[in-house]
């Protein structure tokens, strides 16, 4: 039996190799938007703290320049959690897009092993048709 050829392997190969690509590319998008939702919660985090603190120190003197660094320090608090917003958007965008893409060459490469199947089969019956038809050859010479 001769050996099987899919015509088209270096296509597939090449699908699988851009699948592995997207994958990483993927983690890679997911990971940094992770990085920042977990930058958030570490803000909102010292915020809480900050008005934590400020409600511990009312009921003890406190300054006004005390309370004027504390409100100083929640408004750039308030524009830093509003820039992570503002990039965790765009990397969930990004991880959207990187989905999109993975499953489009997920759905490609999956196609052509479709194809290197129905080959594998159509190929595989043509060889049992030949080597059957060369038992029937000596069958029928043995029989004569």
């Known amino acids: 039996m001769a050996k099987f050829n899919f015509k088209l392997q270096n296509l597939l190969n ?16 997911i990971e940094k938007l992770n990085r920042y939702k977990k930058q958030k919660s570490d803000v909102e985090d010292a915020k809480k703290d900050i008005f934590n603190d ?6 003890i003197k406190i300054s006004a320049s005390m309370i004027k660094s504390s409100n100083d320090y929640v408004a750039f608090l308030k524009k830093v959690l509003i820039q992570l917003q503002k990039n965790i958007n765009i990397c969930e965008k990004e991880v959207d897009k990187k989905r999109e893409e993975l ?29 059957q038809k060369n038992l029937d050859e000596v069958a029928l010479r043995k029989y004569k």
């Open 54 to 59: 400020m409600k511990k120190e009312i009921n």
């Open 103 to 131: 499953l489009k060459i997920v759905t490609e490469r999956k196609m052509y092993e479709k194809l290197r199947e129905k080959d594998l089969e159509e190929y595989t019956k043509t060889e049992n048709q030949k080597e």
């Open 14 to 29: 090449i699908k699988e190799k851009l699948e592995k690509q997207k994958k990483n590319e993927l983690g890679q998008a």
